[in-house]
């Protein structure tokens, strides 16, 4: 059972940065994909980025891309989302997931934060 706590959310204002930092614990860190995911109020969660087992890989959305940057370390059972020129639309609950493939789908996520708000003002 891997359990997952987040961090680093706050209120920023718009072109400003938060790095959020997801640490892990109870299981084997490195087996697993690990993927951050956001939730603004009433929509549903959308998938943002994506990093293999090994850190060598990953993967961000589109909305996001060249300003987001995912990343982990795997001796310390860490990843990051590291989060430049935020926009109010990137409003939002931010969790982080573990799972045992790579995939921007949450039904493929075993494991789950309980978030951290992301608030950017205009």
């Known amino acids: 059972q891997v359990q997952l706590v987040e961090s680093g959310g706050g209120l920023v204002q718009a072109g400003g940065s938060l790095r959020l930092s997801c640490a892990a614990s109870?299981?084997?860190?490195?087996?697993?994909?690990m993927a951050w995911f956001r939730q603004a109020p009433g929509k549903e969660r959308e998938f943002v980025a994506l990093?293999?087992?090994?850190?060598?890989?990953?993967y961000t959305e589109p909305p996001v891309k060249g300003r987001f940057t995912i990343s982990r370390d795997n001796e310390k059972n860490l990843v990051y989302l590291e989060m430049t020129s935020l926009q109010p639309e990137d409003s939002a609950v931010y969790y982080c997931?573990?799972?045992?493939?790579?995939?921007?789908?949450?039904?493929?996520?075993?494991?789950w934060g309980h978030g951290t708000q992301v608030t950017v003002s205009s």
């Open positions: 997931a573990a799972g045992n493939s790579c995939s921007a789908r949450k039904q493929d996520f075993d494991y």
């Open positions: 990093i293999n087992w090994s850190g060598g890989s990953t």
């Open positions: 109870g299981g084997t860190f490195s087996r697993y994909a």
